[in-house]
């Protein structure tokens, strides 16, 4: 019979012993009671009387209590008894240990605090479900490639009826919210009528959108908070966005995820107001029918696509091509998802291991302390077990205290955990969409504490309880002194040496993220970015209707900007580079080659002066002009990389390029630079002039390039673009400020893992210096005599820094040994140019260690040199 | 008379004396040491104080169920059978049983 048969029996019986524990005495009385009546009828029998038989039966018996207290332990939980013994006992000698305990809980509660933090970031960001009910039944659609689709192939597919529900959701919908004299813009989400009844996701206050029901908002909580005061009688009252009376009906709850996730929070939920528009984009947002998988869906909707196609021909694009089907929640999300969705899931993966490292090297600095402990109880421990108490009781024993600190580090490493997750919750991030962090101590946060836990006691107890209680007994008990042996102190040398080797991986790892900032901040994004001025402008639409309406206001805008004093250029344009981003991957071909490309481009529509403006050097050809207008010959202007891909070394400029089979003339080449975020490479990118382009978005982008300083001028650009159109919202800001989200990885990266490496520094060094002062305090015996018998100083210092600069290079060996190797996927991360195993990055952290290394070993060594010859050899 | 063996002499040999009692059906406390002492002629004597912690940590392994019954002279007594767990318990510990008495035995009858 297997053990664990018999090991669950035990703990079924006792459990159902449980229940009937109160009658177990009397049970057991009785039947000692029927035994001796047993017994007393046999000897009536056997012809005594009854009185004296059962006086007999009762002597023969004996005593009853030894009997009833043996049967009762055979249901004891001894194990778990034994446990709360062990618990109590490892408080009561860590309360004798006050100093040992306090940094032992403190070096963990470090750990802990940070690593628990970093997986409530984590799972906010890419687990957090969505505000809908039954989120697993959700689904992301993707069709012909596209992540959003029109309102009529919206209503196509919803026709097709492949899901239960389909919903429309725009989460890049802004508008302009007139309050009092100003306007200010404010995110908002657009959605179809059936949003709410699709997703279920719940309501705080009022009521959701009704179908066609239009000029209505519902708004979130933290907009009814912030901008509204938390009025109580919200509901009803009417805000005036875009110049439309909008009432609201309806608050979010302060927990609401939006289906976008990763903290997204935009201000309002309104309808669709542009039914018939076409350039309203909604994502697709569907639930499952029952029992269907995304598979099944995909399917299902590549034939839906097919009709599509024939329905509404759309060139050379098919929409029954590029399916992707994709769950709301869990781990498929991440790995189905798309390359940023990747990156960003690495990027938790990267900083999970550092922290995990950081955790490591608090657990060895509490094993280092445990170790040196154990060697005070040596002889404690020589007794017990010579006295027969088994090797594994006092493993399980001082287990019990590793476990106790563990638990009290990760208590207080909570506590750091919701301090330090409560002051992310209330920073606002400078992106320029609104992301907002709500994060909650959770079930999954609990249960990785609780493993946090038990993983940190079995790394700080389990080699120091094994290593105590390694059968020397002789020896322990021969010698009187209170010393680690030679097996303890190599031990502990040698988690010295594993302490340090993490720590330069962290170092390292920390150490190039800042390089990596600094390398990105000093960055040249290919223009300008010191004389220059954004200014954003957002019209209310229904003020200015028409596309000529618009045109006329970018126009008379222009003029009123160049006019002003500083300005020496101004220039329009659809996307601000290293902000937004627009993208085509299509076929690209110059008329030089037969064959084309598929690539793919950034594209940017600009009025004239856009790279006077913006100081991009036009290499050949021309900047744009007023007469690149619409009706008269398209012309695009292209950067460097592209010229050469689509022409090779011949000039690209007057030369014809198609972009998806569009002819256009090449009129200009333009230097190279980056588009979207600093860590790109040799993008491509066209130029278009926006008069040719069409349709334009929402907010119009002015840049400004002053010869005075972009603080001096942006007040003027402000107010003469409210004096143009007084009901707009107006944002104006030096570019050099505007590159918040280029340089996010890099700033988020660089601060979070330059905590993490100075901590994990500050620890290394703290198990550095106790080991060395413990080794020297060991030998002052010996050192005393040395003296004693003539040593000079120097002799003494070099005994005592031997042995730590011994440590410290095997420890910053090994760690940039492995450091190299385990760093290399971080070149995901990485600016180009910024290698993983960027030397100077190493020399650096290097350096700084033996640096920390050094100064710990001096303390000990002047301890050691100011030891009396005469106090030291007593002390012996 | 000659003076009774305590029979836990041998670790474990007082749950495999209970157990062979039980092959048979199931007994009370009282009639388990009376058959053990009866079969033994005598020779083994179960004290109670043995006895009862024994019988409840097998009940505790749960080679053993107890109930209360009436005895054959109609007596209140806890009555315990043997499980499967139980008799296949007794199965395996009587086979180890004889090997180490005859191994005993080897031993007294060689060296």
């Not at chain 1, 029109?150 to 007139?178: H, K, P």
């Not at chain 1, 590029?322 to 940023?340: A, F, P, W, Y």
């Not at chain 1, 320029?432 to 079995?458: F, G, T």
Request: charged share 20%; proline share 4%; glycine share 8%.
């Amino acid at each position: 019979m297997s053990r664990e048969i018999s090991w669950y029996n035990e703990v079924k019986n006792k459990l159902a012993h449980l229940k009937g524990r109160s009658g177990f005495d009397e049970s057991l009385d009785e039947e000692i009671r029927c035994h001796i009546e047993m017994r007393a009828d046999e000897l009536v029998a056997g012809g005594m009387t009854r009185k004296e038989a059962l006086a007999a039966a009762r002597r023969e018996f004996g005593s009853t209590a030894r009997l009833a207290e043996e049967s009762r332990d055979a249901w004891r939980w001894n194990w778990l008894e034994d446990f709360a013994r062990d618990l109590r006992y490892a408080l009561r000698a860590l309360r004798r240990d006050r100093g040992l305990a306090v940094t032992a809980v403190l070096s963990l509660a470090l750990g802990i605090g940070v690593n628990t933090t970093i997986f409530s970031v984590a799972t906010e960001f890419l687990f957090k479900a969505p505000s809908v009910r039954d989120a697993r039944n959700m689904v992301h659609a993707e069709i012909g490639g596209y992540g959003s689709v029109g309102l009529r192939e919206y209503r196509f597919l919803e026709d097709a009826g492949v899901f239960e529900g389909l919903a429309g959701y725009d989460e890049n919908a802004e508008v302009n919210w007139r309050s009092g004299e100003t306007s200010q813009r404010l995110f908002g989400a657009r959605i179809t009528d059936n949003f709410f009844e699709v997703t279920g996701a719940p309501i705080a206050l009022g009521r959701p959108i009704a179908p066609t029901e239009r000029g209505v908002v519902l708004v979130s909580h933290h907009f009814w908070k912030t901008s509204l005061n938390g009025d109580a009688n919200v509901l009803g009252r009417v805000l005036v966005l875009d110049g439309q009376p909008h009432t609201i009906v309806g608050v979010l709850p302060a927990n609401h995820q939006t289906l976008t996730g990763f903290g997204f929070a935009p201000d309002l939920y309104l309808p669709i107001e542009y039914l018939e528009s076409k350039s309203a984009r909604v994502g697709l947002y569907g639930r499952l029918p029952d029992g269907a998988t995304p598979q099944i869906i995909a399917a299902k909707l590549q034939s839906a696509g097919a009709q599509l196609d024939q329905t509404y021909p759309d060139g050379d694009h098919k929409w029954a091509a590029d399916i992707r089907v994709t769950r709301l929640t869990g781990i498929e999300r991440l790995v189905q998802g798309n390359s940023d969705m990747k990156a960003f899931s690495a990027f938790f993966a990267m900083l999970m291991f550092v922290v995990s490292l950081l955790l490591m090297i608090a657990c060895a600095n509490v094993a280092s302390l445990l170790l040196a402990r154990a060697a005070g109880r040596a002889r404690e421990f020589a007794v017990r077990l010579s006295i027969g108490a088994s090797r594994g009781r006092l493993v399980r024993q001082l287990l019990a205290e590793s476990l106790l600190l563990a638990l009290l580090g990760t208590c207080a490493g909570l506590g750091l955990n919701l301090i330090l997750t409560n002051l992310l919750n209330k920073v606002a991030l400078p992106l320029p969409v609104p992301i907002r962090l709500a994060i909650e101590p959770d079930w999954r946060l609990l249960a990785y504490a609780a493993a946090v836990a038990a993983a940190s006691a079995l790394m700080a107890g389990l080699l120091p309880a094994l290593a105590a209680t390694r059968a020397s007994t002789n020896e322990a008990l021969k010698s009187g002194e209170h010393q680690l042996s030679g097996y303890k102190a190599k031990l502990r040398n040698a988690l010295v040496v594993a302490q340090l080797a993490v720590s330069v991986i962290v170092l390292v790892t920390a150490a190039l993220f800042v390089r990596n900032l600094l390398r990105s901040t000093s960055m040249d994004p290919g223009f300008d970015l010191e004389h220059t001025t954004w200014a954003q402008m957002r019209p209310v639409p229904e003020i200015n209707p028409t596309e000529q309406n618009k045109l006329s206001l970018i126009r008379t805008s222009l003029d009123a900007l160049r006019a002003l004093p500083g300005v020496e250029s101004a220039s329009f344009t659809q996307v601000v580079p290293l902000n937004d981003d627009e993208t085509n991957n299509g076929s690209v071909a110059g008329d030089v080659r037969a064959e084309s490309m598929q690539l793919r481009y950034f594209i940017f529509a600009g009025s004239s002066d856009y790279f006077k403006t913006m100081h991009i050097a036009i290499l050949a050809g021309r900047d744009f002009q007023n007469s690149d207008r619409a009706g008269s010959p398209r012309v695009v202007i292209v950067n460097e990389s592209l010229a050469r891909r689509a022409f090779g070394n011949v000039s690209a400029v007057g030369h014809t390029i198609r972009f998806d089979n569009d002819p256009v003339t090449v009129v200009g080449v333009a230097q190279n630079g980056k588009y979207f975020t600093l860590g790109e490479d040799d993008s491509l990118a066209i130029y278009e002039p926006y008069l040719q382009r069409g349709a334009s978005h929402a907010s119009l982008n002015f840049l400004v390039h002053s010869s005075i300083p972009p603080s001096a001028v942006s007040k003027s650009l402000g107010q003469t673009l409210l004096a143009i159109d007084p009901a707009a919202a107006v944002e104006v800001k030096p570019m050099n400020q505007a590159t918040a989200f280029a340089l996010l990885p890099s700033r988020a990266g660089a601060s979070l893992l330059g905590v993490i490496g100075v901590l994990a520094l500050a620890l290394a060094s703290i198990g550095l210096y106790g080991v060395l002062s413990y080794s020297v305090s060991r030998r002052i015996a010996e050192i005393g005599l040395r003296v004693a018998l003539g040593a000079q100083r120097s002799d003494v210092l070099k005994l005592v820094l031997r042995e730590g600069v011994w440590i410290l290079g095997a420890g910053v060996a090994i760690g940039i040994f492995v450091s190299i190797f385990v760093n290399k996927p971080l070149a995901l991360f990485l600016v180009p140019g910024l290698q993983p195993s960027d030397p100077p990055t190493y020399i650096v952290v290097a350096a700084v260690l033996v640096l920390v290394g050094c100064v710990a070993s001096v303390k000990p060594a002047l301890h050691a040199l100011q030891a009396d010859p005469a106090t030291s050899l007593r002390y012996e | 008379m000659p003076a009774l063996v305590q029979p836990e002499f041998l670790p474990g040999t007082l749950h495999l004396l209970i157990l062979r009692s039980l092959s048979a059906g199931p007994l009370h406390g009282y009639a388990i040491a009376k058959r053990i002492k009866d079969v033994s002629k005598k020779a083994l004597a179960v004290e109670e104080g043995s006895l009862y912690p024994a019988l409840n940590r097998m009940l505790v392994k749960g080679w053993l169920t107890a109930e209360w019954g009436i005895s054959e002279n109609n007596r209140k007594a806890r009555f315990y059978r043997l499980t499967k767990l139980g008799a296949k318990q007794l199965e395996t510990e009587a086979v180890e049983f004889d090997r180490l008495v005859a191994a005993i035995q080897l031993v007294m009858r060689e060296a």
